[in-house]
């Protein structure tokens, strides 16, 4: 893949133009704030410079998740809000801090799961997105229970994942990606104003997580060899 100064690559520079002209465009459309287009963009930035395995993604990261946390609470889906206050915050800490541990020569060190790490972290998915979709499901202004519980659940096993290095995160963020479009796409057919805003953020992450897994298996590949 040709690089560009900077080591980025033409497809990672040209996919962030897009998916930030597409922000802008809906922001005029829905009249959406500019603090909406702000959680949006330092979220592309986020996933981004994660796939490229770069510290600094951690800083974006942190704005991002305390701005998509109130988003999320007023539009009634709290278990978004707790995942995002109370795992994203102290793990964006731990995550800076353990990449930078791993990190040589500027290049973070990359790790492949064994068969039944993958096989306990299936488990680990579905039954936690089933116990925590019942139990929001009795929360009143609670929309979606299930798919929020699973959205929850998958972010929280990724983010660990991330955390320590591996790979396989990705295909984690591919399904989560996917459900988190429909969620907001249900809200959004709900009325919600900033829908169609996180659509589209959702997406750019969903493509972002297909290059992410592309380049973190090239990565741990590397380090095995």
């Known amino acids: 893949m040709k690089k560009v100064p900077g080591n980025w690559s033409g497809f990672e520079l040209a996919w962030l133009v897009i998916f930030t002209l597409i922000a802008v465009v809906f922001t005029v459309i829905s009249k959406d704030s500019l603090f909406g287009f702000t959680v949006f963009i330092t979220g592309v930035l986020c996933v981004v410079l994660t796939a490229k395995g770069k510290l600094a993604s951690y800083g974006f990261g942190m704005y991002n998740t305390f701005g998509y946390a109130y988003l999320a609470y007023i539009n009634g889906l709290f278990g978004e809000v707790m995942l995002n206050l109370l795992f994203f915050v102290p793990m964006n800490i731990v995550g800076f801090y353990m990449w930078k541990r791993n990190m040589h020569g500027g290049k973070l060190s990359m790790r492949q799961m064994e068969t039944r790490g993958i096989l306990l972290t299936i488990a ?29 659940v998958l972010s929280v096993v990724a983010t660990i994942l991330m955390v320590r290095r591996f790979k396989e995160q990705w295909l984690v963020y591919i399904v989560l990606n996917m459900f988190t479009v429909l969620l907001w796409v249900i809200r959004t057919l709900e009325g919600s104003g900033e829908g169609l805003l996180m659509i589209v953020m959702w997406s750019a992450y969903l493509i972002n997580a297909v290059y992410g897994y592309y380049n973190w298996n090239k990565g741990a590949k590397e380090a095995l060899s």
């Open 124 to 152: 680990v998915c579905v039954a936690g997105a089933l116990l925590l979709g019942f139990g929001l499901s009795f929360i009143p202004a609670q929309n979606s229970p299930y798919i929020d519980a699973l959205t929850t």
